[in-house]
């Protein structure tokens, strides 16, 4: 494991009534990177997300961030510690504006209870903060505009800001360009590149252009296993990782 790791999984095994989902996989992510775990569908990769984020208790293994053994805690402890899940706040209530939104992910960072009962003098002090994340992902102009009324590519802007609210060290992504129109891939791509110049990301992502353009190392899996580890450019020529990726036909 890399001295530099913030996050790290070993022995990382699940298992579902005799069925091993994740088949004691390594996994070291280190400080700054953007990390993709990729496979073809059935590898594991959401099981492993969800182990990582917590979502899941591991049948065996070990995960720590930043040094401290997290396998035992929940996933809203390990949010409060900066690892967290993009969508996995979801705050992002339909009918409220993007602005509101966002508020309301920054009044839970301060642990408010969200202030609903607070005057709006009161409330009007988060608007500052919730304007700068809306222009760091691109959604100036649609700030008084309903969550429920945005396009799928800015909602999933929008959901990125409400996450960018409580100040992640690391960002965990899952398949954030799924469903998106070409446009709204280039837009996310370029935003998940901004909003890495000072966090580490992890990502599942099944778009292997997007993954080639953003990530600094992949790990592949297959079957539960890690497959291959490296950089883009030395994994896609793996043959091992042809034949159980690219060759199956999931691109």
């Not at 699940?14 to 990729?38: P, Q, W």
């Not at 510690?81 to 992910?105: D, K, W």
Request: aromatic fraction near 6%; proline fraction near 3%.
């Amino acid at each position: 494991m890399a001295a530099d790791a913030i996050l790290t999984a070993v022995g990382l095994t699940k298992e579902f009534k005799g069925f091993v989902a994740v088949d004691d996989v390594n996994l070291s992510v280190e400080r700054g990177s953007i990390h993709a775990l990729i496979g073809p569908n059935g590898a594991g990769k959401t099981t492993c997300f969800n182990l990582l984020t917590k979502f899941l208790q591991p049948t065996r293994g070990k995960i720590t961030y930043k040094g401290d053994d997290i396998t035992s805690m929940a996933s809203a402890d390990i949010a409060r510690l900066g690892l967290v899940r993009s969508f996995q706040i979801s705050a992002v209530f339909p009918h409220f504006t993007a602005l509101e939104n966002v508020r309301i992910a920054l009044q839970r960072k301060r642990g408010d209870s969200y202030d609903f009962w607070r005057s709006q003098t009161v409330l009007n002090q988060y608007n500052d903060r919730a304007a700068e994340l809306l222009a760091d992902v691109g959604l100036t102009e649609f700030a008084e505009v309903q969550a429920a009324e945005l396009p799928y590519g800015r909602k999933r802007a929008l959901e990125i800001a409400t996450t960018l609210a409580l100040d992640p060290e690391m960002l965990l992504l899952d398949e954030p360009m799924a469903g998106m129109a070409e446009a709204d891939v280039e837009r996310i791509t370029a935003l998940i590149k901004r909003i890495a110049a000072n966090r580490t990301i992890l990502m599942v992502e099944h778009n292997l252009s997007v993954v080639a353009n953003l990530s600094n190392r992949i790990t592949v899996l297959a079957r539960g296993k890690v497959l291959a580890e490296g950089p883009y450019e030395e994994v896609s020529k793996d043959p091992r990782v042809i034949e159980a990726y690219i060759g199956a036909g999931h691109g």
